[in-house]
């Protein structure tokens, strides 16, 4: 009896060491601290933007490409209201544009200024809770349709006629209105 947990116990010494390892990578990224940081002075204050968004001789290349610089001096200029598309092929910094207003990254010169004001000089959750992101693949959960518009704006409880509303900016609301169950219908 004791020689076959001896057994089981040393098949399990490589799994047992890759789970060492894997945890040992795992403390290692959450003692990580992040580089973009909120700014060392900053009142909390109400803030809305118009929506005016722009991008000054931004240069920047990722993290793990340094020597790839993927903006070069990038001058761009998105008024409240205006529908731009950013095209070109992969790897030429259409996502990357987004990531920098979102503050995933900074750019290593140059700056991105919402409503002109530096984005750098914001905090996280002021300048993120005026950005809405819809990626080309957005994600749904398991829930209503209602409770998916309504997990926009988690922070708070979130009214009928704000779905609603939010369903018609979105040219959803016809069709959502055609379903049997409405906005209750599962996803």
């Known amino acids: 009896m004791g020689t076959t947990s001896i057994a089981n ?47 000054s001789r931004v240069e920047f290349s990722y993290p793990t490409r340094e020597n790839t610089r993927v903006l070069r001096g990038l001058n ?33 010169s140059g700056s991105v200024s919402l409503d002109e004001r530096d984005i750098s000089s914001l905090t996280m959750s002021s300048l993120r809770s005026q950005l809405s992101i819809v990626s080309q693949e957005p994600v749904l959960f398991d829930r209503t349709i209602a ?6 704006d988690n922070n708070r409880e979130v009214s009928m006629d704000e779905i609603i509303q939010a369903a018609k900016e979105a040219n959803i609301h016809t069709f959502i209105s055609s379903l049997p169950l409405v906005s209750n219908t599962s996803l």
Do not use: H
């Open 76 to 108: 761009l200029e998105v008024r409240q209201g205006q529908t731009i598309a950013l095209v070109g092929p992969s790897g030429c910094g259409k996502s990357t544009c987004i990531q920098l207003l979102e503050r995933f990254y900074d750019p290593m």
């Open 147 to 152: 409770d998916n518009i309504a997990y926009g």
């Open 9 to 55: 116990a040393i098949a399990f010494a490589p799994n047992f060491e890759k789970g060492l390892a894997a945890a040992g990578r795992i403390f290692k990224l959450l003692g990580r601290k992040p580089k973009i940081m909120d700014p060392n002075s900053y009142t909390m204050e109400k803030w809305v933007t118009s929506g005016n968004v722009e991008y």
